[in-house]
Every structure is written in structure tokens, then in C-alpha cells.
């Protein structure tokens, strides 16, 4: 392949026919290259190696689809998902094969025809927009009312939580974000998001287990909270059910392997013993736990079930 083809190719742009051309690679070899192999489609006459479409995670094969399909449209930005991902928060339950893009200026919206993954919303005024790496795109805020509204509260949430928490926009801002997506009334999943976002979740698994803990009717559920322990230490835990007295702790892909990993164990089962010798039961949930509700919904009862039975009606441990 032509040195300057292949820096094309390498560097984050997506590269066009036209440009292969320029670069002396006319467009039947750059389809001879992408038969072979070497390079990879990523939207209409344009190109990357397909070494780097491999390497590529789902989030960076959509900025590279993000970055090849503004390039064929004007006055747009990038919305919804597509902004989300350019933002560099996290995306849950979402069709990372889409394009969403949102006009800057009156024209065509809705899903086109030659371009069947690309969505254009109507346009919206010029304080939903910015620049974020080099391409125009709405505010984060804005963008993942839209997720919301497009894909539900999950979605949202889990946008909004880890935005928040890496205070890149605070909840006044968030709220403020509807009078410029244009919302109307007719969003409950972004009304939603608006008003239960919180910055204490640190990653999407804990933001979903919130909702999951909310929709089994414990709203008061106290994150992110330290616990006093025999002795005067203090247990920083995920959540806690103080009525219940019952921890519970989200495991996103915990591994104890090794001698660091077995370290790391024993010193998880020192602070659960602790948190027992204090009185509260430990649950702890798992990425499919958190598709079971009526399984958390009984290891809880569960867990305030033993908790209960370890302390007698004065309140102090058995």
C-alpha cells in the first residue's frame, strides 16, 4: 500500500476515495485493497486499515463512522447516541450502528433513505452545540436528554450519572438541557433522568443497580456511604439499606487471580466480616443479577431476614 495511503488510513480521519486518489491510489485499487483485506469500510467511499478497525472498541468504530458520515452532510452535528459517544461518557442499551445527527440549520430530518443507519433530527438552536474532538456536536447535557427520550431511562442514566460524576455538567444543567432539546412534555424517561440523576454512581453498573434497587421500592437507598466498624474503622460501601440493615455491593468484573487478586480477596472478606460484626448482611450483585429483579428482590429479603436475626430487640448483636 502507498506510504501516504497508509498514514491516511492509520491517522483518526477516515480517508476518502478522493483522497486516495490524491495519494496515487486510484479507486479499483482501493477496492482490490478492501477485497484483500487491508482495508475496511466504514461508510460510503470511505476507508480506514482494517488493522485499526479491528483493534477498534464499539465506541471508537462509531466515532470513525461519526467522523466519515459528517462529512457528506452540512449544517448538522452530532446528537443523541453519536454525541454521547464523542463526549466520552458511557453508552448502555443502545444500536452503537447509528448515526444520529441533528440539523444546525432548517432542512431534510428523519431516516435517510440512501443512508438507512443515519438518523437527522430537526434543528435545534445554536446553544445546544459545541466542538468536542474536532467535530461539531451537542452539548452533553442536551445529548443525553435525547438518549433518554430516544432510547429510555436506563440509557439516559447512565449518561447522566457518569457525566455527573466526572463533573462535567452539574443538574442545573442537566435541567436546563430540555428547553434547548426541545423536549416538550411528552418524555417521561428524560423528565426522569432530569430529576433522579445523582453524581455518586461510579460506574454504569452501579447507576443500574440504583434503578434496579428504586424500582423494588427502595428510593431512600443511601451510595456511596462509610459505615462504622468494630473498632472505629469505617467501610466505604456502594449502597446501604439502613432500614434493612443490609450492604449491598455491585461486582462488575471482579477477578481474584494471582497473589494480588488473592490479597485482594482476603481483604474483601475482612471487611465483610467487619460489616456483619456491625450488624448489617452483605449482598452482592452481578451484571446478571441485575436482569433478575425478583432474585435481588429475595436476596434481600433474605439478607434482612439474617440480619434481623442477629440482633435482638434492644438492638444489640447477638
Known sequence: MHDLLALLAVAAQPFTIAEAAICGVERHAVARLTRGGALHRVDRGAYVLDTVWRDATAEQRHLLRCRAVLRRYGTVALSHTSAVVVHGLPVHAVDLDEVHLTRTAPGRTGRVARDPAVQVHPPLPAEAFTVAQQMPTCIAPAAILQVADWHGTEAGMVAAEAGLHRRRFTTTELRDARGLVRLGRGSPHAAFVMEVAG??????????????????????????????????????????????????EFDGAVKYEGAQGRDALMREKRREDGLRTAGYEVVRLTWSDLRRPQHVRALLLAARERASARTDVDGTLR
Request: net charge neutral.
Open 199 to 248: 453524581a455518586n454512581s461510579e460506574s454504569p453498573g452501579e447507576t443500574l443497580t440504583r434503578l434496579l434497587l428504586r424500582a423494588l421500592g427502595h428510593a431512600a437507598v443511601q451510595q456511596q456511604v462509610e459505615v462504622r466498624l468494630p473498632g472505629g474503622g469505617l467501610a466505604r460501601v456502594d449502597f446501604l439499606l439502613a432500614d434493612l440493615k443490609v450492604v449491598v
